[in-house]
């Protein structure tokens, strides 16, 4: 553990932030510690502050406020299941998926989940208009005997449209709705460069 009262050098601000963030029972891997270090050690050189307690308190949680990891600008998020359940895919426990490859997690999921499911999936669609859609869709299907591969090709396409227009922590909600929520324990955005 790192004094406190530590000098405020470059080497020691991100100890002095993690300790911090630890001691008011914050979890430091919410936070770019990286970044809130070189910005407390600018803020200590600013003030001319010899030892970090010596910086403003409000300085320092305007820089946490600042680095705090959210969905809005997080790289990945963090998904885990309760012990003893496994993904889909096999993974077991805990899975972390790039912010990036979030809508494409989601749709495919979807996909697959469509195929298992007596009547499908149409209810697991994140949005009012799709549902409808895919239901009419799949009653058309019961009833006619016309090709409907073009249609179902475009609705699959307007799912993934819509799945890449989401924000990060409704594409997450929409993750865990498609993988057993009742199994999940936590969803967490995280930085991880």
């Not at 970044?35 to 010596?54: G, I, T």
Request: charged share 30%.
């Amino acid at each position: 553990m790192t004094d406190i009262h530590a000098e405020a050098t470059r080497g020691n601000a991100r100890d002095w932030i993690e300790t911090r963030l630890m001691d008011s029972g914050r979890d430091p891997y919410d936070w770019d510690l990286d970044s809130a270090a070189r910005m407390l050690y600018d803020a200590a050189v600013e003030s001319h502050a010899p030892y970090y307690d010596y910086v403003p308190c409000a300085t320092v949680e305007r820089i946490l406020e600042t680095t705090e990891t959210t969905y809005a600008n997080c790289d990945a998020v963090r998904f885990t299941k309760r012990q003893g359940r496994a993904w889909p895919d096999g993974t077991k426990w805990g899975k972390t998926i790039p912010a990036s490859g979030l809508a494409w997690a989601c749709v495919t999921r979807w996909h697959d989940l469509d195929g298992g499911i007596d009547g499908g999936a149409g209810e697991y669609l994140p949005d009012e208009t799709l549902r409808s859609e895919y239901e009419t869709l799949a009653a058309r299907q019961e009833t006619e005997d016309d090709d409907l591969q073009p249609e179902w090709k475009a609705l699959w396409d307007r799912i993934r449209t819509h799945a890449a227009a989401m924000d990060t922590e409704r594409l997450a909600r929409w993750y865990c709705e498609l993988n057993d929520p009742a199994t999940i324990t936590g969803m967490k955005p995280i930085k991880t460069n």
